[in-house]
Nanobody
Framework: QIQLVESGGGLVHDGGSLRLSCAAS????????MSWYRQAPGNQRELVAA???????NYADNVKGRFTISRDNAKNTVYLQMNTLKPEDTAVYYC???????????????WGQGTQVTVSS
């Protein structure tokens, strides 16, 4: 079984910063792409940023230059540094990972439990 634990959400003012973390644990052989998604009330869940095993990254246009995704493979952890936050960044943020378990030759995808980010104006 694979578990994800997210942390780092909270309430900040417009222009503030937050750093999200998502740590995976369990019978992990290898984690491939690690991503952050977000979902605001009434909206669909959208991709915020993703990072491959090799370190290649991609970002949604509306966070480019403000958010940075990174990973620590030794800790099976992905981070999202969010700077210059805006009220429209308010959402529940979810990590999403593509994992090969120790007992499997295939991969499965897992979602974190979500962490609330609220940016006040």
């Amino acid at each position: 079984q694979i578990q994800l634990v997210e942390s780092g959400g909270g309430l900040v003012h417009d222009g503030g910063s937050l750093r999200l973390s998502c740590a995976a644990s369990g019978s992990i052989f290898r984690i491939y792409t690690m991503s952050w998604y977000r979902q605001a009330p009434g909206n669909q869940r959208e991709l915020v940023a993703a990072i491959t095993l090799g370190g290649s990254t991609n970002y949604a246009d509306n966070v480019k230059g403000r958010f940075t995704i990174s990973r620590d493979n030794a800790k099976n952890t992905v981070y999202l540094q969010m700077n210059t936050l805006k009220p429209e960044d308010t959402a529940v943020y979810y990590c999403y990972i593509n994992v090969q378990a120790q007992w499997s030759e295939s991969t499965r995808q897992y979602w974190g439990q979500g962490t609330q980010v609220t940016v006040s104006s």
